[in-house]
Structure formats: structure tokens, C-alpha cells
């Protein structure tokens, strides 16, 4: 596993991220990933070199934190780089806020859960419309003061509010954001084609979520085939296989064929092609269910597209 300094920040990380989203959620009755498996996923990805984990206060109700917190305990925390989200509530009745008064309280029940002192990177989830930004960056300005954050990152949102927030913290003085974490993948661009230029244009590091596409770029979806049983597409909520367009399944095909040449499978091309984005530091952060699909998508790392394959993919979706 290769490492990459994240963004403007001095800190080291391994080029792909583990996703943790799953950890304790439970879909149509069904517990996507037990605390055993979240063991198993965290003690591989540790294994393989991984450092940058993913959570946020609100997967699977605390569940995720709590688990690796567990896990850590286990471990040196120094060796890792923590990351969670704040916006959805767990601790405070204030649900979808980003107010001094749910921030404060949900940072405390973070680190309980995580079992830790700091954060490495504290994201905002979403945009709170009803708190003004300068609020919010107040607040998290005091945590970075405190050594409870160590950098800030911003999730989903306008690309027009992520630059009022820059423009904010650079106009008050306050503690910006140097990590973004939009959705981003081979065939979800356009939808953050301006948030994207102002990460480049900032030197942001772009840690995308969803880099399959929540499984449709792993090929396990045919167009006018069945559903997998157990898959997201059949339990999930979020993700609807049907949805997608022709280009999108164009690309699909391209990353199908480039996976073909280089002797790989789709979703460990569909992940190298965003680490190799170059207008950006560029770290997809993986979800994987069992360790089978962890091991598969590790297989990114040891991957290497040439600049052909690449544009083969870039170009089929603009097709
Ligand atoms: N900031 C945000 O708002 C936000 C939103 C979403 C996610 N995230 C973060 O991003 C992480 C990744 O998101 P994601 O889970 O949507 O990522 P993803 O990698 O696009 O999708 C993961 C899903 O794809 C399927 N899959 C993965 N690897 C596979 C393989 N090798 N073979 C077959 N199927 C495979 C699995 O689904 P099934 O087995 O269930 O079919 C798995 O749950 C999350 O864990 C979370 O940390 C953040």
C-alpha cells in the first residue's frame, strides 16, 4: 500500500480509505455488517497497510464508532488516522444541526465511542441552512484550539456553500476545510463537476464516497438482468440499479474492458482510476461488506492504468 500526504494537511495516509458506513446498519431486517465482520474488515485493512478509517457519528446508531473503538483499543492509535462526521445526531435532541450546541455535544459522544482523545479529521456530513457558517467554523475553529480535531473536512454540499465556507474561514480568520469527501466516481461526475473545481482550485483533498457507485461499477448489475439477492441493490435503500443511464453503463462496459486488459476485476479498475485522478489529491474511501470484497478492492492498490485506459474510461461517460 502506497501512502500519500492528504491534500494541504502534513499528514500521511494509505491511498485508499476504509468506509465503515455499514458497520451495525440493518436494511430490510438484515444486519449488513456484525461487529464480528467489522473486526475481521478493520484487522485486514490494517494488514494490508491501511491507516485512514471512516465513520461518522450516526452509522449504524454509534455502532460503527463504538466498534472501532473496541478495535482500537487493541491497537496504537497513533498509527492510525481516525476520521468522523458531525450533522446527524446521536447525543443531542438539535437532529440535522451544525449549531455551537449539538456540534459540542456530538464531538464528546465521538470520542467516547471511538475510545479515543482526538479526531484526526472531523468532516461536516451536510450543510446546516438554519446555522451560519461563521457558527459552525467558530465552534470547530475551538475543537482544532482544544486537540480534540486535528483538520477539518466538508462532506456533500453545494459547490457555491463550500466556497462561502473557505471565503468565511478566510475572511474571520477561523480554521478551514482541507479535505472534502463528495460522492465521486466513474460514472457519478458531472453532479460534482464545479464542487470538484473548487477542490482543485483549493487544494482540497477529495476523499470520494461511493467509488463503486455502491456496487453498480463491481459489474454485478446487468442491465436487464436480476437483481442479486442480499445485494444493495435488492436491500438497500439509497441505490436503485434501474436508475441508470446509457452512458453510465457505457462506462461500465469501458471499465469492464479495461479490467479485462490489465488482468484485474472492474471494481479494482473503477478504484485506480480515481487514485490516479491528477487534478487533486485523490483517496476513495471503500465500503466492502465481507472480507472476500475488501480483499478484492485492496487489489487497487497494486494496479497501475496507463494514461490509455484512463481516458478510455474519462471519455466513455463524456461520450
Ligand atoms: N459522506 C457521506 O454522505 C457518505 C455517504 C455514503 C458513504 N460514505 C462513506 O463512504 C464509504 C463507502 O461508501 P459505499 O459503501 O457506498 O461504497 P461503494 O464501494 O461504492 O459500495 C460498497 C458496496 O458495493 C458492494 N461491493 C463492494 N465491493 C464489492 C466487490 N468487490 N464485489 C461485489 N460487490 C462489492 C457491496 O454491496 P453489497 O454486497 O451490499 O451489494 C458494498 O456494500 C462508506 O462506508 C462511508 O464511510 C459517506
Wanted: glycine share 6%; net charge negative.
Amino acid at each position: 500500500m502506497e501512502y500519500t500526504k492528504l491534500g494541504s494537511t502534513g499528514v500521511d495516509v494509505s491511498e485508499i480509505c476504509l468506509g465503515t458506513w455499514r458497520f451495525g446498519m440493518e436494511s430490510e431486517g438484515v444486519l449488513e455488517t456484525d461487529r464480528e465482520t467489522a473486526h475481521a474488515l478493520l484487522d485486514r485493512f490494517a494488514e494490508a497497510g491501511g491507516n485512514f478509517i471512516d465513520t461518522a457519528n450516526a452509522y449504524g446508531d454509534g455502532d460503527s464508532e463504538r466498534w472501532i473503538g473496541e478495535w482500537l483499543t487493541e491497537r496504537d492509535r497513533e498509527d492510525y488516522v481516525i476520521a468522523s462526521k458531525v450533522y446527524w445526531a446521536e447525543e443531542s435532541r438539535f437532529d440535522q444541526n451544525l449549531s455551537r450546541k449539538n456540534i459540542r455535544a456530538e464531538i464528546e459522544g465521538t470520542l467516547d465511542r471511538l475510545n479515543t482523545d482526538y479526531l484526526d479529521l472531523y468532516y461536516i456530513h451536510r450543510w446546516d441552512d438554519d446555522t451560519p457558517i461563521e457558527e459552525t467554523l467558530r465552534t470547530l475553529t475551538r475543537l482544532v484550539k482544544e486537540g480534540k480535531v486535528h483538520y477539518l473536512g466538508a462532506s456533500t454540499m453545494a459547490a457555491w456553500k463550500l466556497t462561502k465556507a473557505l471565503w468565511t474561514a478566510d475572511a474571520e480568520g477561523l480554521e478551514s476545510f482541507t479535505v472534502t469527501q463528495p460522492q465521486h466516481n466513474a460514472v457519478y461526475r458531472d453532479e460534482v463537476a464545479d464542487y470538484l473545481d473548487v477542490c482543485a482550485d483549493q487544494d482540497l483533498a477529495v476523499c470520494p464516497y461511493s467509488p463503486l457507485e455502491a456496487g453498480f461499477l463491481t459489474g454485478k448489475y446487468e442491465r436487464d438482468g436480476d437483481i442479486p439477492e442480499g445485494s444493495r441493490g435488492d436491500i438497500g435503500t439509497w441505490f436503485d440499479p434501474e436508475s441508470y443511464t446509457d452512458r453510465q453503463w457505457a462506462t461500465l462496459e469501458a471499465v469492464q474492458a479495461v479490467a479485462a486488459e490489465a488482468d484485474a476485476t472492474p471494481a479494482q479498475v473503477a478504484i485506480r482510476w480515481l487514485i490516479e485522478r491528477d487534478r487533486f489529491t485523490c483517496v476513495p474511501i471503500i465500503g466492502a461488506r465481507t472480507v472476500d470484497q475488501l480483499e478484492e478492492n485492496l487489489g487497487a492498490a497494486d494496479l497501475s492504468l496507463s494514461d490509455a485506459q484512463t481516458e478510455r474510461i474519462t471519455d466513455a461517460y463524456r461520450e
